[in-house]
């Protein structure tokens, strides 16, 4: 079982910059593919980017190309989310995911159903 607890969120004017971060529980994170997702309301969540396990595979959404950098650094057992340039269109509950090691995870994941486990999301407003 791993737990993951988001921070780093909160209320930023347009074109500010915020990281998100995403620390998990267990010895076995190395092994995990990690996700970033968000939810405005009123919409479906959707993936915002994603890296595999090893970090050599990475994954974003065309509408954060260029502004967002997700990374992890395993020794703690933690993965980020650079956001800059921030737009009130990003505003949304942001939720880091995991996914348990297997064939795929070389890869960065991009389907929430794949993801074994989720935070408790972190608010993250920008305002015009």
């Known amino acids: 079982q791993v737990q993951l607890v988001e921070s780093g969120g909160g209320l930023v004017q347009a074109g500010g910059s915020l990281r998100l971060s995403c620390a998990a529980s267990g010895r076995t994170f190395s092994s995990y593919a990690m996700g970033w997702f968000r939810q405005a309301p009123g919409k479906e969540r959707e993936v915002v980017a994603a890296?595999?396990?090893?970090?050599?595979?990475?994954y974003y959404a065309d509408s954060v190309k260029g502004r967002f950098t997700i990374s992890r650094a395993n020794a703690k057992n933690t993965a980020y989310l650079q956001m800059n340039s921030l737009k009130p269109e990003d505003t949304a509950v942001y939720y880091c995911?995991?996914?348990?090691?297997?064939?795929?995870?070389?890869?960065?994941?991009?389907?929430?159903?794949?993801?074994?486990?989720w935070g408790q999301g972190t608010q993250v407003t920008v305002s015009s």
């Open positions: 890296i595999s396990w090893s970090g050599g595979s990475t």
């Open positions: 995911a995991a996914e348990s090691f297997n064939i795929a995870t070389m890869n960065a994941r991009v389907g929430a159903p794949q993801y074994d486990y």
